[in-house]
């Protein structure tokens, strides 16, 4: 990807606003519309479901399969460059787009982030450099494969190559009957061993890059999950010793994952703490998705410059900046159980929720509640973390969120 940079507001003679396209029309995708038009892009959002979130956001909605090429041929006639919000967006899709448009990230490197198998080939491939290795593992893709695990792999986690998200298409193995138990369960599909890790804290890395190589990334942030999904993102403290030491080895490291890749656009790097005995603990590196990551959601309210920003930013060629901390944030994802109580449809009380100072309300235009299904996300900015932690907890408490470990 090369060329002059897509100037937002409207094309010279053409009666119409420089347009930008996204690949998936979920709440990512909203939320890169939303920074899109703030800054006069218009956009276009394919995605087959009528109803989605970005989709009924965007000045173009069009909905056909991923792969449809009447589709696809629509959004390039509709846009001058074209991103994604989800990494299982058929990277010959992306191939296609590319031919003709400006497409950011690449299709190479949504392959590598779409396959546990590839993702963590690429990972070790940095670690020569960076330190920083993945957590032992083994791709599972034969019987044969399964005969060989070590036992040192045991007990581990069998995750799906491909497709999983939210802690979906993963199995926790004790011993090897259960392994193989649990390779029947996901069909025989490829999978990866990981061995199961004691976490002392999940971290994520947020950066951009340019077509030119230039990097800014958001100060990194400490995540707590609740049955493999994201339950809660606190900004870290400006961390001293040892810490300060671990946190500027995983940005070294999420730099080195990008630059490889000659990654153009948002990348998120998840990180595990993992409790080594040391004082400080191990760094892991977990998984890497090509695209805003929602423990960056917190970056709307308590930045100067937005995670869905530099999206636009990187897609269209324009100046990257560092992004800047103004607010300690705590971030509380609002699955749809939040509308249930006692089995119940509730509406939860956003009058109460709305009082307490310092909070964001994020809802994606999901019409559904299904418990477990991400419905928005809540965040509280505040001039330190003890005080943005306070009032989070305040918040949780009215909205039936279970307080979180540490706060
Ligand atoms: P997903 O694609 O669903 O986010 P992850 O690999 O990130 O999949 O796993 C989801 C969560 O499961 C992680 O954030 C972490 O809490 C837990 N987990 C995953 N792998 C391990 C591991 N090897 N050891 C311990 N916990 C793990
Ligand atoms: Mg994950």
């Not at 507001?9 to 930008?20: D, I, K, M, Q």
């Not at 056909?64 to 009447?70: H, L």
């Not at 083994?138 to 060989?148: G, T």
Request: charged fraction near 15%; proline fraction near 7%; charge should be neutral.
């Amino acid at each position: 990807m090369s060329g002059a940079p897509l100037l937002p507001g409207p094309v010279p003679f053409a009666s119409r606003a420089a347009t930008l396209g996204v690949m998936g029309g979920g709440q990512l995708g909203r939320m890169f519309v939303h920074a899109a038009q703030a800054m006069g892009y218009a956009v276009a959002v394919l995605d087959p479901d009528p109803a989605s979130p970005a989709g009924r956001v965007a000045d173009y909605h069009i909905t056909t399969a991923y792969d449809d090429e009447a589709g696809l041929a629509q959004l390039m006639q509709r846009c001058e460059a074209i991103t994604t919000e989800f990494e299982n967006v058929p990277a010959a899709a992306l191939t296609t787009l590319a031919a003709q448009r400006r497409v950011a990230p690449g299709a190479q490197a949504v392959a590598v982030a779409q396959d546990r198998i590839a993702e963590k080939t690429h990972f070790e491939r940095c670690a020569v450099q960076t330190g920083v290795g993945p957590a032992p593992w083994q791709a599972i893709r034969s019987a044969d494969d399964l005969a060989r695990v070590p036992d040192t792999l045991l007990p581990g986690l069998l995750k799906t190559a491909r497709l999983g998200y939210d802690g979906k298409g993963q199995v926790a193995v004790d011993d090897r009957t259960q392994l193989a138990a649990a390779w029947a369960q996901l069909g025989q599909m490829p999978c990866v061993l990981e061995k199961r890790l004691p976490l002392r804290a999940e971290w994520s890395v947020i950066l951009a890059r340019g077509a030119d190589g230039q990097t800014v990334h958001f100060p990194l942030q400490c995540n707590r999950h609740r049955q493999g999904i994201l339950a809660v993102t606190e900004t870290c403290p400006e961390p001293s010793g040892s810490t300060r030491a671990l946190v500027e080895q995983a940005i070294a490291a999420t730099r080195a994952v990008a630059a490889d890749l000659q990654y153009v656009g948002v990348l998120c790097v998840e990180f595990f703490v993992v409790d080594d005995g040391s004082a400080h603990g191990q760094l892991v590196v977990n998984e890497m998705a090509p695209r805003p990551h929602n423990s960056g959601h917190y970056t709307i309210d308590a930045c100067d410059v937005s995670q869905f920003e530099l999206q636009v930013r990187t897609l269209a060629g324009l100046p990257l900046v560092s992004p800047r901390l103004h607010s300690a944030a705590v971030m509380l994802n609002l699955l749809g159980d939040c509308w249930w109580r006692n089995g119940r449809p509730h509406t939860p009380d956003w009058p109460r929720v709305l009082a307490l100072p310092g909070v964001h309300l994020h809802l994606y235009g999901k019409l559904q509640a299904r418990p477990g299904r991400k419905m928005g996300h809540l965040t509280v900015t505040a001039a330190d973390l003890p005080q943005a932690r306070a009032v989070a907890l305040q918040a949780a408490a009215l909205l039936g969120i279970e307080p979180w470990p540490g706060s």
